[in-house]
Nanobody, 131 residues
């Protein structure tokens, strides 16, 4: 049973930083996609960043234009934990953030990752940025 548990959300002021974590327990995927999505009230869920991991190295990393240069996605394969470092936060970054993973890497080996091809989601962690 794959379980993803996010943590690290909270409230910060504009310009601040947060680091989100996603602990993965149960998955035994050799290669996989993993990433972060977010959903603000009244808006659709949007991709923030994702990685295509082939079991040895990161093959592909991509970010939404809105977060490029401010957010960094990473993982610790020993701890089975993924991270999203968020710097220079803006009010428009306020949302519920979800981590996700799926072994169907053909759907994430490019600059998009459609949620319909994601089988595993975390429960979400709230990020609130105030001015």
């Amino acid at each position: 049973l794959v379980q993803l548990v996010e943590s690290g959300g909270g409230s910060v002021q504009t310009g601040g930083s947060l680091r989100l974590s996603c602990a993965d327990s149960g998955s035994t995927f050799g290669s996989y996609c993993m990433g972060w999505f977010r959903q603000a009230p009244g808006k659709e869920r949007e991709r923030v960043a994702h990685i295509y991991w082939d079991g040895v190295t990161t093959v592909y990393t991509d970010y939404a234009d809105s977060v490029k240069g401010r957010f960094t996605i990473s993982q610790d394969t020993v701890k089975n934990t993924w991270y999203l470092q968020m710097n220079s936060l803006k009010v428009e970054d306020t949302a519920m953030y979800y981590c996700a993973t799926d072994p169907r890497t053909r759907y994430c080996a490019h600059n998009d990752w459609d949620p319909q091809w994601i089988g595993y989601w975390g429960q979400g962690t709230q990020v609130t940025v105030s001015s």
